[in-house]
C-alpha cells in the first residue's frame, strides 16, 4: 500500500461521517441498515495512497461499531474501483513511496471480512493490488460486465498485503490463487466469474439496478439472522468440528429463548403455513 500523502487529521466522530463530508479519499455514508464505503478519487482512477489506507481503516473501525447496519457495499466512485497504488503520484514523488501507514491499518481487510454487517464489493470498474485485497476480504463479490481484474502485486515487485494470500485460495482455491498471485493475468468480468472470484455479472447499463435489488434483499432480512450466520461462517475458517458445533449449537438456542423468540416462533409457523400446508391443500 505504497503512498504519497498523509492524512490530513480530519476528525471523524466514530470514524464516520453521515454525510461523507469529512473524509478526503472515500465518501462514506448510512443510509438506514445499508451503508456504502466508496474510493473517492475518481480523478485519479481511486488509486491507493497512505491518506485513503488510514481512511479505510478509521472509516471501517467506526463502522463495525455500529450496531444498526446490516449490509455494507464497498465501491468505487465513478467508473472504477480501485486499482490499487497511485503510481502516477509514487513517480512523481519517489520518496513519498517509503511513507508507509502504520501496521494496524494494514487490519482494514480484517475489519472488513470480520464487520457484523454482511460486506459486498461492487466493482464496477478496475480492480487490482490493494483494491483487489480489500475486495477479496468482502463476504460477496459482484461485478459490473466494465469491470476488470487483477492481482498485480507481482508486477511492481512487492508479494502482496493486506492478506489477499489468506482470502483468495479460500476464494478460488490453492492452484488458482498462485496462478493469480504468480501470473497476475488480466481477468475480465465474465473470466472473474468463471474463477469463482465474483457470483454475479451484469451489464454496465443495469449495474446499480442489479446491486440496489440485492442490497435491499439482503437488508429486509431479520438482522440477527445474517449476523449469526455470518459469525457461523467466520467460526468455521478457525474452529475445529467440535468447538464450531458448541459454539454454533449456543448461538441457535439462544435464538428460541432471547427477546426475538416470539419473531422466530412467528416466522416458522408462516413458513409453515406457506410450504407443507400450501402443498397439502394441492396449490
Known amino acids: ?43 485519479q482512477r481511486n488509486g491507493v495512497t497512505t491518506e485513503m489506507a488510514v481512511e479505510m481503516y478509521g472509516a471501517l473501525t467506526g463502522l463495525a461499531a455500529r450496531d444498526d ?29 517509503r511513507t508507509l501507514p502504520a501496521a ?17 464489493a461492487a466493482v464496477n470498474g478496475a480492480c487490482a493490488g490493494a483494491g483487489f485485497a480489500w475486495a477479496a476480504a468482502c463476504d460477496l463479490r459482484v461485478a459490473s460486465s466494465a469491470a476488470r481484474f487483477a492481482t498485480a502485486f507481482v508486477n ?8 489477499l494470500a489468506w482470502t483468495l485460495p479460500r476464494i478460488v482455491g490453492a492452484e488458482r490463487a498462485r496462478e493469480l498471485m504468480f501470473l497476475s493475468p488480466k481477468l475480465d468480468a465474465e473470466q472473474a466469474r468463471e474463477y469463482g472470484l465474483v457470483s454475479r455479472v451484469w451489464p454496465a447499463e443495469r449495474f446499480h439496478a442489479e446491486l440496489g435489488a440485492l442490497v435491499d434483499g439482503l437488508a429486509a432480512r431479520r ?36 427477546a426475538g423468540a416470539s419473531e422466530i416462533a412467528a416466522g416458522l409457523a408462516g413458513a409453515w403455513a406457506r410450504t407443507v400446508g400450501g402443498h397439502a391443500h394441492g396449490r
Open 1 to 43: 500500500m505504497s503512498g504519497t500523502s498523509q492524512s490530513s487529521g480530519t476528525s471523524n466522530e466514530g470514524g464516520l461521517s453521515q454525510s461523507g463530508g469529512a473524509w478526503n479519499t472515500l465518501d462514506v455514508r448510512v443510509d438506514g441498515r445499508v451503508g456504502w464505503l466508496r474510493f473517492n478519487r475518481p480523478e
Open 69 to 97: 447496519l446490516v449490509v455494507l457495499v464497498l465501491t468505487g466512485a465513478g467508473s472504477t474501483f480501485c486499482p490499487g497504488a497511485d503510481l502516477r503520484s509514487a513517480r512523481a514523488d519517489p520518496d513519498a513511496v
Open 104 to 120: 494496524e491499518t494494514y487490519h482494514s481487510a480484517r475489519l472488513l471480512r470480520e464487520l457484523p454487517a454482511v460486506t459486498i
Open 156 to 163: 511492481i515487485g512487492l508479494p502482496g498485503e493486506l492478506g
Open 223 to 258: 438482522p440477527e439472522t445474517l449476523r449469526l450466520m455470518k459469525q457461523s461462517l467466520l467460526d468455521g475458517e478457525r474452529l475445529g468440528f467440535g468447538d464450531y458445533l458448541t459454539a454454533e449449537t449456543a448461538r441457535y438456542l439462544a435464538l428460541f429463548t432471547g
